[in-house]
């Protein structure tokens, strides 16, 4: 559970005029990642600078992230990045953020706002994050002359959040922390911004057009903050578009009957193809009078126990601990990939109960989540089309 926000105040500066403030959460085991963007160094050495200090958490694993190709041209963060090329009408909004992956929690920096509004942040953002080091395994930064920490709001489970001057309405940086995945940090990661950019009306971004539109910056203790400054839409645009807009959550697309993956594949010719939105990629049904399955493919972060005990309590099973869960798991070779596959089955006396046949698939740049879910009896019945479907899925 979220602890209640603590702040705290100013404490006496010392000569060279620090001061020492934060807005704390605690946060829950399953949650990870840092987000924000980056900028230029240097701040005016004559202002006052306030730093922020945080209590001790339990001690983390280290899990860096790799490391990117070098980039060309950067010079750093560019404060007007190139325009995306899938809308013709100008870009009315910006996300900086900046990612860090620190031991077992990965903490995210953001700073969202109108292009003009956030303009005359993209420098100040970006020194803020060349000062993020971990004290207790808590980060600290020094704050731009005019931040100023702010109180979180209840019910957002945010570390910090820091309020910066603006014209008109004032601009907030936001900080907070999910679980580091066991599985594939550098998938998590992009993951994470290609949920920024949807929030933008972006398309995703694969490794590699990840890699040369970020940019890293080298933190204390080896770390690496990973920096990007993406500009889109909040809101549908009037003008023209070259693509049609992203679902919203929840929202569904028509069915497609043979949906392009980036693997290969093959189903049987009695699934019939089920509606689509924002998180599936794929999706199928089997409907025999009243019993239903979908079997669906579907891209998302998270660790290996954390997802299949998810699972296991939408049928009504209790969540088992790693080691016990891991003998649960049959490993599946996908050509390049290698999948976990899990059979979960909602206890004896379940009041209609369901089933889970799950496979997730990490990835170089992305986890794969295939799954069909549905009536116990009709699910039992439908397992060996689905497993066939699993074998045939084939990664380059």
């Not at 080091?133 to 920490?149: T, V």
Request: hydrophobic share 40%; charged share 20%.
């Amino acid at each position: 559970m979220v602890s209640e926000p603590q702040m705290r105040t100013a404490v006496d500066a010392p000569p060279d005029r620090r001061w020492t403030g934060a807005s704390i959460v605690r946060l829950p085991a399953f949650m990870a990642f840092l987000v924000l963007l980056a900028g230029i160094c240097g701040c005016d050495e004559q202002e006052p600078i306030r730093h922020y200090s945080v209590d001790k958490p339990p001690a983390p694993v280290r899990a860096p992230l790799p490391e990117p190709e070098p980039m060309h041209g950067m010079g750093g963060m560019q404060s007007q990045p190139a325009r995306p090329a899938e809308r013709t009408d100008p870009p009315t909004d910006r996300i900086l953020g900046a990612i860090v992956s620190q031991g077992e929690r990965t903490w995210f920096f953001k700073v969202q706002g109108p292009i003009a509004a956030t303009e005359s942040v993209v420098k100040p953002f970006g020194e803020l994050v060349r000062t993020v080091r971990f004290e207790n395994d808590q980060p600290n930064w020094d704050l731009p002359p005019g931040w100023e920490p702010a109180q979180n709001p209840e019910g957002k489970g945010r570390f910090a959040t820091v309020s910066i001057p603006a014209d008109g309405k004032p601009l907030e940086m936001t900080v907070s922390a999910l679980v580091t995945p066991s599985t594939d940090p550098a998938a998590y990661l992009l993951m994470n911004v290609n949920r920024w950019r949807g929030q933008l009306k972006l398309p995703r971004f694969g490794a590699e057009g990840f890699f040369k539109n970020s940019e890293t910056i080298k933190l204390e203790d080896d770390l690496t903050a990973w920096v990007v400054n993406l500009v889109g839409w909040t809101q549908e645009s009037e003008g023209p578009l070259t693509r049609p807009p992203m679902a919203s959550a929840g929202q569904e697309r028509p069915a497609q009957g043979s949906p392009k993956l980036p693997f290969q594949y093959k189903v049987t010719d009695t699934w019939a193809p089920a509606e689509l939105n924002q998180f599936r990629i794929a999706a199928w049904k089997v409907k025999d009078g009243d019993q239903l399955v979908t079997i669906t493919v579907t891209v998302a972060g998270g660790n290996l126990v954390d997802n299949v005990n998810r699972w296991r309590g939408q049928v009504k099973l209790p969540p088992l601990d790693a080691a016990e869960l891991r003998k649960t798991i049959q490993e599946i070779k996908m050509g390049s990939a290698t999948g976990s596959y899990v059979v979960l089955a909602a206890p004896e006396g379940t009041e209609n109960p369901e089933t889970i046949l799950g496979v997730v698939v990490p990835t170089p740049d992305r986890q794969y989540f295939l799954k069909m879910q549905g009536n116990s009896p009709l699910a039992a019945r439908e397992r060996q089309n689905f497993e066939a479907f699993v074998q045939s899925v084939q990664f380059p």
